[in-house]
């Protein structure tokens, strides 16, 4: 995705040739694109705080209890496929 946002466009070729920073400038520049960057990383930051959150709660472990076995019988028995006949 780098190169292709890199790349120096031009409507009559559909060729991706050369490499400028004109694409950069322009998003950073835009106060639309900019908003839509801060809601994005305020999204990914706002998940990221609330799982942390909920992980530190189970003391950190991700795995939740209840999908856990409790015993090797019990484990060995978890992954044996049903048998339907």
Same mark, same amino acid.
């Given at each position: $995705?780098? #190169?292709?946002?890199?790349?120096?466009?031009? #409507?009559? /070729?559909?060729? @991706? =040739?050369? @490499? +400028?920073?004109?694409?950069?400038?322009?998003?950073?520049?835009? #106060?639309?694109? !900019?908003?839509?960057?801060?809601?994005? @990383? !305020?999204?990914? !930051?706002?998940? +990221?705080?609330?799982? $942390?959150? @909920? !992980?530190?709660?189970?003391?950190?472990? =991700?795995?939740?209890?209840?999908?856990? #076995?409790? %015993? /090797?019988? =019990?484990? %060995?028995? /978890?992954?044996?496929?049903?048998?339907?006949?």
């Amino acid at each position: $995705m780098a #190169p292709v946002s890199l790349a120096n466009f031009e #409507p009559t /070729s559909p060729d @991706l =040739s050369g @490499l +400028t920073f004109e694409n950069c400038l322009r998003f950073l520049g835009e #106060p639309f694109y !900019l908003t839509i960057l801060g809601r994005t @990383l !305020l999204v990914a !930051l706002s998940c +990221t705080a609330g799982w $942390m959150v @909920l !992980l530190a709660d189970k003391g950190g472990s =991700s795995t939740p209890r209840s999908c856990m #076995p409790t %015993s /090797s019988a =019990s484990r %060995s028995a /978890s992954f044996t496929p049903a048998r339907r006949w």
